[in-house]
C-alpha cells in the first residue's frame, strides 16, 4: 500500500543530464528500490536497483551513464542520468519491494516522461 511517485522527466538533447526522483509515501528503509523503463512498442526493461542496504545493480546499456541513489531520510529514491541517448527516451517507473518478502507486492509508480531529441 505504499504510494510511489515519480517525477523529474523532461525533454533533454542528446548528452544531457536528468535526474529523476521517486518519493514515496512512506518509509523505504527496507525495501529495494528499482527504475524500469518503457518506450513505445518495446516491452519493459530493468534500468538500475538499489537493495536496502545499498547495493547497486545496472542494466549494461546504462552503466557508467546512470547512478541510483537512495535518501531515505527523505524516502526518496534518485534517478541520476547522464549522457543521454536517443535509445534512452521511455516512460521511467518506479518499483519498490520489502527486501525479504517473498509473497510481498511490487509497488510501481505511475512513470516519468523522458524524451531525448535534439
Known amino acids: 500500500q505504499v504510494q510511489l511517485v515519480e517525477s523529474g522527466g523532461g525533454m533533454v538533447q542528446p548528452g544531457g543530464s536528468l535526474r529523476l526522483s521517486c518519493a514515496a509515501s512512506g518509509s523505504i528503509d527496507f525495501y529495494s528500490m528499482n527504475w524500469y523503463r518503457q518506450a513505445p512498442g518495446k516491452q519493459r526493461e530493468f534500468v538500475a536497483g538499489i537493495t536496502s542496504t545499498g547495493t547497486t545493480n545496472y542494466a549494461g546499456s546504462v552503466k557508467d551513464r546512470f547512478t541510483i541513489f537512495r535518501d531515505n531520510a527523505e524516502n526518496t529514491v534518485y534517478l541520476q542520468m547522464n549522457s543521454l541517448k536517443p535509445e534512452d527516451a521511455a516512460t521511467y517507473y518506479c518499483?519498490?519491494?520489502?527486501?525479504?518478502?517473498?509473497?510481498?507486492?511490487?509497488?510501481w509508480g505511475q512513470g516519468t516522461q523522458v524524451t531525448v531529441s535534439s
Open positions: 518499483k519498490g519491494k520489502r527486501d525479504g518478502c517473498i509473497g510481498c507486492s511490487d509497488y
